[in-house]
């Protein structure tokens, strides 16, 4: 496996090079959007390889919903622990790796304390969580995720992570939630991150549980 996420991981590099080569030439050739090519069986790429085990392949990107106070975070914080540690999250095997914990509404003392809870809750070294798991605590510092893609990908470049945890995506969104522009144009930020570091980006949103029509 190691083998697979390595020759994945040079992948990334080269097409995130190759990418910043040819944005100039592809804004002006074709809008900046990707040109129509024919679907060719015959040459499929391989897949990325599982960073969770039948959930989620390296470089995708998954949402975590449920109405407040779920479990959200809860379950963020244990699949950082996973991956950091190779265990396991909901049964689910998951690949050791390292990960960028990005916070927007814990403060450092609190957050720190329910990590090391769900460690020792998991029996998990807390060397190897130190050696596997970075923070950025946004607190009061948040800005929407299209201005802050481009720091993200700065600051994390060259760090391996294999997984980006965004907590929750509400302090990164700009504008309402229930609209589609805005909407798009987060998971546009999402996805700019996700491509510029080759990595999985995780991110958690609240939704009401349901809406009672009279």
Request: overall charge negative; aromatic content about 6%.
């Amino acid at each position: 496996m190691s083998e697979v996420v390595d020759a994945w991981e040079d992948e990334a590099r080269r097409a995130g090079e190759l990418a910043g080569d040819m944005s100039q030439e592809a804004e002006r050739e074709e809008g900046g959007l990707p040109p129509i090519v024919p679907l060719d069986l015959a040459d499929v790429p391989p897949l990325r390889p599982e960073l969770i085990e039948g959930v989620l392949r390296q470089g995708h990107v998954m949402m975590l919903g449920g109405p407040s106070k779920a479990g959200k975070t809860q379950s963020l914080v244990e699949l950082a622990v996973a991956i950091a540690a190779g265990g396991t999250w909901f049964g689910l095997r998951c690949e050791k790796g390292r990960v960028l914990y990005i916070d927007g509404e814990t403060d450092p003392a609190s957050f720190a304390h329910r990590f090391r809870g769900v460690a020792d809750r998991l029996a998990a070294d807390h060397a190897c969580v130190k050696a596997s798991v970075d923070v950025w605590i946004l607190r009061g510092k948040s800005r929407p995720l299209g201005e802050l893609a481009g720091q993200i990908a700065d600051r994390a470049s060259g760090k391996g992570y294999n997984a980006v945890i965004l907590d929750p995506a509400y302090p990164f969104m700009d504008g309402d939630e229930n609209s589609a522009g805005d909407v798009r144009s987060f998971c546009n930020a999402i996805t700019e991150v996700s491509d510029r570091l080759g990595c999985s980006v995780i991110y958690d949103h609240h939704h009401f549980p349901g809406v009672r029509h009279a």
